[in-house]
């Protein structure tokens, strides 16, 4: 089962993690986040609920992922390229050998990001909304 946080990792890829000598990606702020995500191959509806609930993520599971993603990937780079985050990928998963690059915009309170694949585009803008609401739990979505 995906969780919010993994399915915000796989649309925030390059905001949410980093390597060693790397460009120290910037993290999303803690709170609730409006999302629109566009797929070439989806068209222009949108895969994720409208908001999600963001939590702070402890550097020692910062950490754990990065290591996850880096024990699935043959290849990954990235760097910071004019204020924004470029991530280029070569990673297993289910038995899919997946290529991306992606660039990241992230400015504290809103951020566009733009994936490319061989198998399609996807494009995903958020914006900060506040606080999570009473009683949400970090990484979910509403």
């Keep these: 089962m995906i969780t919010a946080a993994r399915l915000l990792l ?6 949410c993690c980093h390597y060693a000598g790397a460009a120290d990606v910037p993290r999303l702020k803690p709170g609730l986040w409006e999302m629109r995500v566009q797929s070439s191959a989806a068209g222009t509806a949108s895969a994720l609920p409208s ?3 963001v939590g702070a993520m402890p550097e020692a599971q910062r950490r754990l ?3 996850n993603i880096q024990s699935r990937c043959s290849k990954y780079e990235s760097r910071e390229l004019g204020g924004k985050w470029v991530v280029d990928a070569v ?5 899919h050998t997946l290529t991306k ?3 990241t915009a992230l400015n504290g309170d809103s951020f566009h990001e733009e994936n490319s694949a061989p198998q399609g585009s996807m494009t995903s803008d958020g914006k900060w ?3 999570c ?9 509403k």
């Excluded at 796989?10 to 905001?15: D, H, I, M, R, T």
């Design 91 to 95: 990673c297993s998963a289910r038995g």
């Design 51 to 53: 908001t999600v609930c």
């Design 129 to 131: 909304l506040g606080p």
């Design 65 to 67: 992922e990065a290591a």
């Design 101 to 103: 690059h992606t660039v």
């Design 133 to 141: 609401k009473a009683g949400q739990s970090p990484d979910t979505f």
């Design 10 to 15: 796989l649309v925030l890829g390059a905001a």
